[in-house]
C-alpha cells in the first residue's frame, strides 16, 4: 500500500516551453501533497505543499507563477514549470499524505521523481 | 526552528559489517515525529519507520534497527550484516507537532552508505 507515482520520470525540453509533471497517489487518497527539488548529492528542498481543492502554500523563495501547483482531486497534484530554463533542470520528486486517523496518516510517502532538463 | 543533523555525509563498509547512520534533531515541540527514508541510486524515497516524541522503544526489523534516545535528541539506524544492495543515501527527517495532513518534514543532509562486496 501507500504507491504514489510520477510521471514522466524524464524529460528534456527546450527553454521557454512548459513542462508538466504529475503525481498521482495509486492506492490511497491524499489530502496534501508536498513537491520537492533536489540538487545533486544535496537534501530535499520543499517547494510547496497542496491540498485538494485549494492553493498551494509555497515556500519562501519558490515563486508560484513559475511553478505552478494544482490539486484537483484526492489522487492527482500536477506541478507545471513555466518558460523553463537551464536552471531549472533539477530532480523534482513529489510525495502524498493520507487523512488524518486513518493508517499511515502523517507519514509522507514518495514518488519516483522527476529528472528534468532544460536545453 | 527545527533541524535535523546528519553528521556523517559519506560512510563505506564492506559486506556483512554492521554499520549506524547518526541522526540528531532539535525541535522546540514537545510531540513531533521522526522518520528515516532510504534513497537508492535510481532516486525514489522509500519509507523506513515513523517514530513518535512518545515512543522511545527501540524498534527492529529484519536487519534494520533504530535507537531513539529524547535525552541526547537522537534517532540512530543501524544496519546489522550489511549487504550490497543497503547502498543508497539515507535520510533521516523531523515532522511538526500534528499528526495531520500538511505536516511538513525537515529532512536532513543525508548519509550516503556504500556496501562494497
Known amino acids: 500500500g501507500a504507491v504514489v507515482s510520477q510521471h514522466p520520470s524524464r524529460v528534456i525540453c527546450k527553454s521557454g516551453t512548459s513542462v508538466k509533471i504529475e503525481c498521482r497517489s495509486l492506492?490511497?487518497?491524499?489530502?496534501?501533497m508536498f513537491w520537492y527539488r533536489q540538487f545533486p548529492k544535496k537534501s530535499l528542498m520543499l517547494m510547496a505543499t497542496s491540498n485538494e481543492g485549494s492553493k498551494a502554500t509555497y515556500e519562501q523563495g519558490v515563486e508560484k507563477d513559475k511553478f505552478l501547483i494544482n490539486h484537483a482531486s484526492l489522487t492527482l497534484s500536477t506541478l507545471t514549470v513555466t518558460s523553463a530554463h537551464p536552471e531549472d533542470s533539477s530532480f523534482y520528486i513529489c510525495?502524498?499524505?493520507?487523512?488524518?486517523?486513518?493508517?499511515?496518516?502523517?507519514?509522507?510517502?514518495f514518488g519516483p521523481g522527476t529528472r528534468l532538463l532544460v536545453l | 526552528a527545527q533541524k535535523v543533523t546528519q553528521a556523517q555525509t559519506e560512510i563505506s563498509v564492506v559486506e556483512k559489517e554492521d554499520v549506524t547512520l547518526d541522526c540528531v534533531y532539535e525541535?522546540?515541540?514537545?510531540?513531533?515525529?521522526l522518520f528515516w527514508y532510504k534513497q537508492p541510486p535510481s532516486g525514489e524515497l522509500v519509507f523506513l519507520i515513523r517514530r513518535n516524541s512518545f515512543d522511545e522503544q527501540n524498534e527492529i526489523s529484519g536487519r534494520y534497527s533504530w535507537n531513539f534516545q529524547k535525552s541526547t535528541s537522537s534517532f540512530n539506524f543501524t544496519i546489522t550484516a550489511s549487504q550490497v544492495v543497503d547502498s543508497a543515501v539515507y535520510f533521516c527527517?523531523?515532522?511538526?507537532?500534528?499528526?495531520?495532513?500538511?505536516?511538513?518534514?525537515?529532512f536532513g543532509e543525508g548519509t550516503q552508505l556504500t556496501v562494497n562486496p
Open positions: 525541535t522546540r515541540d514537545t510531540t513531533y515525529y
Open positions: 527527517a523531523l515532522s511538526e507537532e500534528r499528526e495531520t495532513s500538511g505536516s511538513r518534514l525537515t
Open positions: 510525495s502524498a499524505t493520507t487523512f488524518p486517523g486513518t493508517r499511515g496518516s502523517g507519514t509522507q510517502y
Open positions: 492506492d490511497f487518497q491524499a489530502t496534501t
